[in-house]
């Protein structure tokens, strides 16, 4: 597509529950990024894949997030037993190479609330 | 590690008036800057970046930024502000050790017509 695409859009689930995110980035685009936005806030960093380097998690804040990139392409955010403190707009960004000396392209993002 | 310091959370200018949004930054190695601004209820956009060679940097809408490799500084700047600027704008920074882009906080800006 012509741009990084994300859905769903918008997201509510039940305390508890497990959620999954999708990011179809840029064709060609070999590094992707996934942020985390909460109200008023600024960008979280949470995980970062680069070609088929073993992706950067170290902003991932609890072992109940973890994340996939399949075939270099569509990645997958996963949220188990979600918390309300969860509630945000999750990110995804795309960018051409990954020494990060290219603009990231970014989603219209998941706004993920836990009730 | 690296980091991005936008040290004002709001800044405020009238219609017509220059303005200036802050940011530093560290990261070993040699920098790779970013601007980029959300307006509401919208994505991201890219608005510029510093790579490498001048240190006046020219992007979308008018605004440059200008790198200072001895204040570690990146600041954004536009010499005439439009109530239509009015956004929330990030700073980030690539490369060092590990590639990854990290944001600054950002900075809410608001043009009073």
């Known amino acids: 597509g012509a741009g990084v695409s994300q859905s769903p859009s918008n997201k509510v689930t039940e305390k508890g529950k497990d959620v999954e995110l999708r990011c179809d980035p840029i064709s060609g685009h070999t590094a992707l990024y996934w942020y985390r936005q909460s109200l008023g806030q600024g960008l979280e960093f949470l995980i970062y894949?680069?070609?088929?380097?073993?992706?950067?998690k170290s902003g991932l804040p609890s072992d109940r997030f973890s994340a996939e990139r399949t075939g270099g392409s569509v990645s997958t955010l996963t949220i188990q037993r979600t918390q309300q403190e969860d509630s945000a707009v999750y990110l995804c960004a795309s960018s051409l190479r990954g020494f990060g000396d290219t603009e990231a392209f970014f989603g219209q993002g998941t706004r993920l609330t836990v009730v | 590690a690296q980091s991005v310091a936008q040290p004002e959370d709001q800044v405020n200018v009238a219609e017509g008036n220059p303005l200036t949004v802050k940011c530093t930054y560290s990261?070993?190695?040699?920098?790779?800057l970013f601007w980029y601004v959300q307006y509401p209820n919208r994505g991201l956009q890219f608005l510029l970046k510093?790579?490498?060679?001048?240190?006046l940097v020219k992007g979308s809408y008018g605004f440059e930024a200008e790198f200072n490799k001895s204040q570690t500084s990146f600041h954004l700047k536009k010499p005439s502000a439009l109530v239509s600027d009015s956004a929330l704008y990030f700073c980030a920074v690539g490369g060092g050790s590990n590639y990854k882009l990290t944001f600054g906080k950002g900075t809410l800006l608001t043009v009073n017509p």
């Open positions: 894949f680069q070609g088929n380097s073993a992706p950067d």
């Open positions: 510093y790579i490498t060679g001048d240190n």
């Open positions: 990261v070993s190695g040699n920098p790779y």
